[in-house]
């Protein structure tokens, strides 16, 4: 994984290419960059996420920012009582009791630093929107940027 701007890009090698490519992931935008040595990729990476923020802007867009912090669980009622009984023992909503839970399964730091890497997922990203933005960027030439009609929208 890369990282930049809080953008995450995950990578990939095409041997019959002999290619990098690479993916933002964690936002319904599709950023792409490739370069054939790790150079060219790490520079690619920067400059899609440079291009795709100058982009949305030059648009007056806000660029989508990669994961919300927000997310819809569903369990048993009785388990969702058992929860807040527990985060009422102590003394913590049950939010911050979750919250403070899931930190310590994945060890992460309140202040937001990692102490352990967790491996990637892989899943690409899903796409409830009618449109999907899609943004390329390749090393060697300038970023465009294109719609895409998605197939699978109503």
Sequence with gaps: MMTYKGYRGSVRFDDVAEIFHG???GMRDVVTFQGRTVDELKTAFRE???????????RGEAPDKP???RFLLRVDPALHRHLVELSG???????NWIVSRLQSIVGTHRD?????RMSPSGHPASFGARHRRTFRHQHERCAHFRLHH???AL
């Excluded at 023992?89 to 049950?94: A, R, T, V, W, Y």
């Excluded at 937001?112 to 352990?116: E, I, L, P, V, W």
């Design 112 to 116: 937001g630093q990692t102490a352990r």
């Design 48 to 58: 899609s996420i440079d291009d795709y923020l100058e982009f949305c802007e030059s």
């Design 89 to 95: 023992d102590e003394g913590e909503s049950l939010n």
């Design 67 to 69: 994961y919300s912090g």
């Design 150 to 152: 998605h197939p699978l």
């Design 23 to 25: 993916e933002i992931t």
